[in-house]
């Protein structure tokens, strides 16, 4: 019953990631729900749940939008940084290999958004557009 709900926040993660990129959310969904990869990769040990619930979480805390100017935002960025370290924490004990996957979301999380933007869109079209020609 615990894996179904982490399965479920893996699930919320893409929603939120696809939405916040103005993406079909339906066919985000399905490309997971359908990847080989994702269903070899779950299916093979707890520790590969584990860190993929915590990636997908780590994911959706970077990209949401750092928020605006003032004394509110800069509080709100100190607890999401210290709850991206603890995420990053818990994913080094689960597996070491864990900081390799969650750098690269972490840079862009500290770089400014206007910057990241871009890079990040691009990212995600150049993955769907890959996607659907190997899937034809």
Request: charged share 10%.
């Amino acid at each position: 019953l615990i894996l179904l709900f982490l399965s479920f926040s893996v699930d919320l993660s893409v929603l939120h990631l696809s939405g916040h990129y103005s993406l079909d959310s339906r066919a985000c969904c399905e490309l997971l729900a359908s990847s080989h990869l994702a269903l070899v990769y779950c299916l093979h040990t707890l520790s590969n749940t584990i860190e993929l619930v915590l990636l997908s979480v780590l994911l959706m805390l970077t990209i949401q939008n750092k928020g605006g100017a003032g004394a509110g935002a800069r509080s709100g960025a100190g607890a999401r940084g210290a709850l991206l370290g603890l995420i990053t924490t818990l994913g080094l004990f689960n597996r070491p290999t864990f900081p390799v996957f969650a750098a690269w979301p972490l840079l862009l999380w500290l770089i400014p958004s206007s910057a990241t933007r871009n890079i990040q869109v691009g990212i995600f079209f150049f993955l769907l557009q890959n996607s659907k020609l190997s899937s034809s």
